[in-house]
């Protein structure tokens, strides 16, 4: 992959990826205790 000035900054990718990851565990966890519970 070439460095493309235009993307984005990794550090703006990183926390969008980490911000999606974070949703899901919490829905998921959610999830889990309103079965589980």
């Known amino acids: 992959m070439t460095d493309n000035p235009n993307k984005m900054p990794k550090w703006l990718l990183y926390s969008l ?21």
């Open 17 to 37: 990826i980490g911000k999606g990851l974070l949703v899901t565990l919490i829905t998921a966890a959610i999830l889990a205790y309103a079965f589980l519970a």
